[in-house]
């Protein structure tokens, strides 16, 4: 492995406590705070090994694509609701890239959450269930089957078996400290608290709108 390869696996190294969503404040939500924890998840995806790498770049895409609206105007675009928003009056539709953006972005961060609260869901009941398949095909369903086609829905089936065990998804993101079970589990419920959040007022915001598609792909 070179040493520009080992750079690229310290910088990917992700901790569930800097995974924080913003608060909501008036009801909006801060871009920049809400991008910074969004590459954390995509972090965490890349825990999932390197099969998840189409998940991974779909979410890294949509991040890379709000960023660079974000840039455009800070002071304009502070806020997810505001940046929207102005792009929506100023630009033609087929050039809602951030509209689009976010609304994919909010889909596959909503697969993530459903997916570790199943997880949290399970350990509370005195579970371990190693096999993390089945919780993250349902998690998978009601989130983003729905806009999949054929091809989308059978590309996602076959990644879905690789899906790491209980043990080794925790084992991973406690980076590699196996006595650190109970803390992972913690930190991931507790970083859930504002992804709900967030998740919850973008798709309200998102309808109110009438900013979804649901065009399937």
């Given amino acids: 492995m070179s040493s520009g390869d080992t750079n690229v696996e ?4 992700m901790s569930l406590d800097r995974l ?22 995509v972090r965490t995806v890349d825990k ?30 502070s806020t997810l609701q505001d940046m929207v928003l102005l792009e929506k009056s100023t630009e033609p539709e ?13 889909r596959a961060l909503h697969l993530i959450l459903l997916f570790f609260e199943k997880i ?12 993390l398949v089945a919780f993250l095909r349902e998690a998978y369903k009601e989130t983003l089957e729905p806009y999949h086609g054929w091809m989308a829905q059978q590309l996602f089936n076959l990644l879905s078996r690789m899906t790491p065990t209980r043990s080794q998804l925790l084992l991973a993101l406690a980076n590699g400290e196996t006595e650190k079970e109970e803390v992972t589990l913690r930190d991931m419920e507790l ?27």
Avoid: C
């Fill in 10 to 13: 310290e910088k990917t190294t």
């Fill in 20 to 41: 924080h969503f913003p608060e909501i404040i008036d009801g909006k939500i801060n871009t920049e705070e809400f991008l910074r924890a969004a590459r954390e998840v």
């Fill in 48 to 77: 999932f090994g390197k099969l998840f790498a189409p998940v991974r770049y779909d979410m890294q895409g949509n991040i890379d694509k709000l960023t660079n609206r974000y840039s455009m105007d800070t002071k304009s675009n």
């Fill in 94 to 106: 087929k050039y809602l890239i951030a509209v689009d953006a976010l609304m994919w972005l909010r």
């Fill in 120 to 131: 949290i869901e399970d350990h509370k009941t005195g579970k371990a269930t190693e096999d």
């Fill in 191 to 217: 970083s859930l608290i504002n992804l709900k959040k967030n998740v919850v007022a973008l798709k309200t915001f998102y309808s109110e709108h009438d900013l979804e598609v649901t065009t399937v792909v």
